[in-house]
């Protein structure tokens, strides 16, 4: 008789086992085949650039650098080519128009929110008293000494000139280093 209860156990186990391995296949194949979608995984060296169209495929995306505005369009499936092809620069926001004229796009800068939020620096000779603000540790007061200084001198040249700036000192300029940064003047 006990015998008997032993191989009952024994077929009980080998019958669960059985029945969990098209389970354990199945999550396993859905793992493996879980591919990340085109311009969907950031790195040290991705691009991140936000493409507002008039399809589905707005949003933001990441590409690998060296890509070009066509290059990007032909990956996300936009049916425009703009006759002189640019590089992708981090920031952009490029925006397809509507219509039939397949070169409609415009070319501007990402908002400073979405920057913030990915962890992208803002020019701070364009950022506004609200962008500002969104920086971590500066308020309206702090916000609007930096734009009557940038007003004063017209534009800041290099970073640390914020250093001139009424309230801002060492301790807060090092804050500060990560959300912000000059932009070149180009001729």
Do not use: W
């Not at 209860?5 to 085949?33: C, D, K, W």
């Not at 969907?40 to 493409?51: D, K, N």
């Not at 589905?56 to 936009?78: D, H, K, M, Y």
């Not at 400073?112 to 920086?135: C, Q, S």
Request: aromatic share 4%; proline share 5%; charged share 20%.
């Amino acid at each position: 008789m006990m015998m008997f209860e032993h191989q009952i156990r024994g077929i009980i186990a080998v019958s669960i086992i059985l029945a969990m391995i098209p389970l354990v296949y199945f999550l396993a194949q859905t793992q493996m085949n879980s591919k990340s979608p085109v311009l969907s995984v950031s790195g040290p060296e991705t691009i991140i650039i936000e493409v507002a169209a008039e399809n589905n495929e707005s949003g933001i995306f990441f590409a690998a650098p060296g890509t070009s505005v066509n290059q990007i369009f032909s990956q996300l499936g936009i049916n425009r080519i703009i006759p002189e092809d640019m590089k992708l620069e981090s920031g952009m926001k490029i925006c397809v128009l509507p219509g039939e004229d397949h070169r409609g796009v415009v070319i501007l800068r990402m908002d400073a929110a979405k920057r913030l939020a990915l962890g992208m620096p803002i020019d701070v000779n364009l950022a506004n008293l609200e962008e500002l603000t969104l920086i971590p540790g500066v308020g309206e007061v702090l916000s609007a000494n930096i734009i009557a200084h940038r007003e004063k001198i017209g534009r800041f040249e290099k970073l640390e000139q914020l250093m001139d700036v009424k309230g801002i000192k060492e301790k807060t300029m090092s804050k500060l280093m990560p959300y912000l940064y000059v932009e070149p003047l180009t001729l």
